[in-house]
């Protein structure tokens, strides 16, 4: 899709092509819409010390014009101003010619590109180790989006310079590999709208100025090495709609603040090292669509306040250690798609108004300590197929339409307590015990005929009446 820009770009090349015919790339002198000399020595500096090919300067010598090149944007300046400034350089797979050089470099230069709002690099810095220069970042610099990703040459720490540039609205540094801490710096970032810092080695706490960052939607801290506790100024960030805090270190509780953030969409805190209990101040996250919470030692029950959270689709507290039965109040998460409590010691029987949960189509009760009657609507049993998983329990009985779905018996009257392990231990299958009398069960074991049955009970009989005969005449 075409962005204001790109349009704006094209109309402009259409029409320049005509203005610029014969004319060079330096200030015009007739009101002509040309390009400032010291930009685009800038912009053939910084292309050459990333790209390969040494003749792109030759190939694009006007590229805000008559040679573009995918790349790179331009736009014309406000008038008196009226000439063309490189406002966007994109290197990445989409735009994959010429190839990234193999010792790659962020030339100095960007700074004799004051019109630079986007520089974003994708998989070109992959073995050299780099750093990202802090020189390069600071407050001339009118950046609104620094997107630097998949670069695993980057292998230092991230400038602090970078909290200088107060423009800046989107910062992604992600899964490249930097380390030390999270910058507070960052915190003063104001009008920052993305950070992502995802995927790299960084250490540390996450720093209470983050709390700064008042325009913030997305937080993206994942998969790095960072430790503490999440402060409790995210509570602060009232625009947060994504937080994703999931593998890394952790610890404490979630904090109460967080229940304040009433625009949050997804709150991924998985694989931490985050106690119980989860507090009741959550339910005050209205828009939740994803809570996540799957891998940390949460150690309570299932709290019964998830089921205010009425336009949560996707629940996981896989691997909490979650204790206690699983409430009913879960089924009334009318918009819940996937439901997993695996590997955890829930107890109890499953509660069967789950299966009228009308979106429901991943459900995952496997490794935990259940036991009961299952009865789901067949309905039910058959939309979710393999994607209904209750292995690994107790035992369960069902209902006897269900009892092939499960490898479970059917429950009968007298034997509803019945457990699948208890049943192997005492060498029963799966078959069917309805069409059997419940005093049939006791024998089944044996390998006594019918007949020898009979034989036992009115032995038994005229063993009770000899008893009360006996009674009867003494
Ligand atoms: C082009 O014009 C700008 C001001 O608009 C000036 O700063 C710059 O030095 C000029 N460059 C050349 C090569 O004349
Ligand atoms: C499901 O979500 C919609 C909006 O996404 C909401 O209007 C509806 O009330 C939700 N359902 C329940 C049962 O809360
Ligand atoms: C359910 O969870 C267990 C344990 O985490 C996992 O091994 C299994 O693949 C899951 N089942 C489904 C259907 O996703
Ligand atoms: C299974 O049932 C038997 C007898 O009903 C009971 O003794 C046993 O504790 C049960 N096992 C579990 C794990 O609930």
Request: aromatic share 6%; net charge negative.
């Amino acid at each position: 899709m075409a962005s204001p820009s790109q349009v704006l770009v094209s109309f402009l090349l259409l029409s320049s092509t005509l203005i610029l015919a014969s004319t060079n790339p330096q200030n015009s002198t007739d009101g002509a819409v040309g390009m400032d000399t010291e930009e685009l020595m800038g912009l053939f500096e910084v292309v050459g010390a990333l790209l390969e090919d040494p003749d792109w300067a030759q190939m694009h010598p006007y590229p805000c014009t008559d040679t573009p090149w995918p790349g790179i944007q331009c736009e014309v300046g406000q008038e008196p101003d009226s000439m063309f400034h490189v406002t966007k350089i994109h290197v990445g797979p989409d735009v994959a010619t010429p190839a990234c050089k193999s010792s790659p470099k962020l030339s100095q230069s960007i700074l004799k590109l004051p019109y630079l709002k986007v520089l974003s690099i994708f998989n070109c810095f992959l073995t050299t180790k780099v750093s990202l220069p802090s020189y390069l970042f600071g407050a001339s610099s009118s950046l609104e989006q620094l997107v630097i990703k998949s670069n695993p040459g980057f292998s230092e720490e991230i400038p602090t310079t970078l909290a200088e540039v107060a423009t800046l609205r989107v910062l992604s540094l992600s899964q490249n590999s930097f380390y030390g801490g999270v910058p507070k710096e960052l915190g003063g970032l104001s009008r920052l709208e993305q950070l992502d810092l995802s995927y790299n080695h960084l250490t540390g706490e996450i720093p209470l100025e983050i709390g700064g960052l008042t325009s913030l939607t997305i937080f993206d801290l994942s998969w790095n090495r960072l430790q503490g506790q999440v402060p409790c100024s995210i509570g602060q960030l009232q625009s947060l709609q994504k937080v994703d805090l999931s593998s890394n270190r952790l610890v404490g509780r979630v904090p109460s603040d967080i229940g304040k953030l009433n625009k949050m969409v997804l709150l991924d805190l998985s694989h931490n090292l985050i106690e119980g209990p989860i507090p009741e101040a959550l339910s005050g996250l209205k828009e939740l669509e994803y809570l996540v919470l799957e891998d940390n030692p949460i150690n309570t029950g299932v709290p019964l306040f998830i089921g205010k959270l009425g336009k949560l689709t996707v629940l996981s507290l896989s691997g909490c250690e979650m204790t206690g039965s699983i409430p009913t109040a879960l089924s009334s998460m009318g918009n819940l798609t996937t439901l997993s409590l695996d590997r955890n010691k829930l107890t109890g029987a499953i509660p069967s108004s789950l299966g009228s949960l009308p979106h429901l189509g991943q459900l995952n009760l496997s490794q935990n300590r259940l036991s009961g009657e299952i009865s789901f609507p067949v309905e039910f049993v058959t939309r979710l197929g393999k994607r209904l998983d209750v292995g690994g329990n107790s035992g369960f009985c069902t209902t006897p339409s269900l009892s092939h779905y499960f490898d479970a018996p059917a429950c009968s009257s007298s034997a509803k307590s019945h457990n699948r392990s208890w049943d192997e231990k005492h060498g029963r299958g799966t078959d069917d015990k309805r069409l059997k009398p419940s005093w049939y069960d006791g024998n089944r074991n044996s390998n006594a005929s019918v007949g020898t049955q009979w034989g036992m009970l009115l032995w038994c009989f005229s063993s009770i009446l000899t008893v009360i005969l006996m009674g009867f005449l003494c």
